[in-house]
């Protein structure tokens, strides 16, 4: 069981936002529940992730690079996968801040896109494989 | 692997934000690494937990119940361990939003307390044993 058990963000419209999410979190293999307040996607030995409607109206978009929230970045299996997730992203009404490509100052082997939502929550989807071994030293 | 890999969060002062945090991610088994802009904690198996300074420090803090951070829930394992992570972030300056206590509306073993730093970004320590621990 993950010590980061559930992860809450707030949104202006729950229903627009269940809308971007929810594609994302359903190829990522997490199951969605909708209550009165949120939304919450859970997968074993994951951590949930909720949405909640905003108190006030028209608090957002959250801006980036202001205090709060920066950024979620999932790990995806393959560098195709990260293509398919930003292009479902694309699909579902996300913006590209960063189209997929390698991120060397990361590391050698680092892909990776960067995409928000009406809400000003960005989202990376990367791949980071470990180092291949070498197979005959 | 896990899917959630690395959170960040953007701060108006790293250095007051590493010293409230530190104790806490310190407590829950992760390890520190400090670079020139920004810190960051580890733990195998868990995601990294990155803060990062804010490009327009005096955008905070957050206020809860608007757009972007909501909280980020800790399972900490027992309530003598909530209890535990509440005094290490209250002493860490850390506001009290609830003190530690039931919430059976959540399940009837749910125990928990929230807090928030000076960013007003909102941590809840929690015990939610399943159901057969009982």
Do not use: C
């Not at chain 1, 978009?61 to 393959?78: E, K, M, N, T, Y």
């Not at chain 2, 990155?50 to 829930?73: K, T």
């Amino acid at each position: 069981m993950p010590v980061f058990d559930h992860l809450g963000i707030t949104v202006d419209d729950l229903d627009r936002g269940r809308a971007q999410f929810d594609p994302i979190m359903t190829a990522l293999g997490y199951d969605r529940s909708d209550y009165d307040r949120g939304t919450s996607w859970t997968r074993e030995g994951e951590t949930e992730l909720l949405l909640y409607r905003a108190r006030e109206a028209g608090t957002g978009p959250h801006v980036h690079g202001r205090v709060g929230w920066q950024h979620l970045a999932f790990d995806i299996d393959s560098r195709a996968e990260v293509d398919r997730l930003h292009t479902i992203a694309m699909d579902a009404g996300w913006t590209a801040v960063r189209e997929p490509k390698e991120y060397p100052r990361f590391t050698e082997r680092y892909y990776a896109s960067f995409v928000e939502d009406d809400n000003g929550i960005r989202l990376e989807f990367m791949y980071n494989p470990p180092r291949a071994r070498q197979e005959h030293p | 692997m896990l899917i959630f890999d690395h959170l960040g969060l953007s701060v108006a002062d790293v250095d007051r934000a590493r010293e409230q945090f530190d104790p806490i991610m310190r407590a829950l088994g992760f390890d520190r690494f400090d670079r020139e802009n920004d810190v960051s904690w580890s733990r195998d198996g868990e995601p990294e937990f990155i803060l990062l300074p804010a490009r327009e420090p005096d955008s905070g803090p957050h206020v809860h119940g608007r757009v972007g951070w909501q909280h980020l829930a800790f399972e900490v394992g027992s309530r003598a361990e909530v209890d535990r992570l509440h005094t290490i972030a209250t002493d860490a300056g850390w506001t009290v939003v609830r003190d530690p206590k039931l919430y059976p509306r959540f399940t009837d073993r749910y125990y928990a307390s929230f807090v928030e730093d000076d960013n007003g970004i909102r941590i809840e320590f929690m015990n939610n044993p399943p159901r057969s621990a009982e």
